[in-house]
């Protein structure tokens, strides 16, 4: 499950994705609109945190998959860039 709380620790927290694979948080872009989730295989997904745009539906989106293990997605201050390490 992917859960956002408040940094203030005030207030109820909400579950933004709930999914039967663990997915680990690891980026949220600037704007808030996206979430980088990333599995131990290293495969990266973006997650819609508004779902304004999407009808209701907050869905992951496949990133590319790396053949290389992929690790520490970072999204850039513009939003433009998504930064990661990898094997290769």
Sequence with gaps: MVIER???G????????HSAIMLYAQSWSRDGRWLV????????????????ALGGERKPIP???SPAGSRHP?????GLWLLYSSEW
């Design 6 to 8: 408040p940094a203030s």
């Design 63 to 65: 990133f590319a998959e």
């Design 74 to 78: 970072s999204v850039s201050a513009d």
């Design 10 to 17: 005030i207030g109820k927290e909400a579950v933004l994705y």
């Design 37 to 52: 989730l990333a599995e131990a295989s290293g495969s990266f997904y973006l997650l819609p945190v508004s779902t304004e």
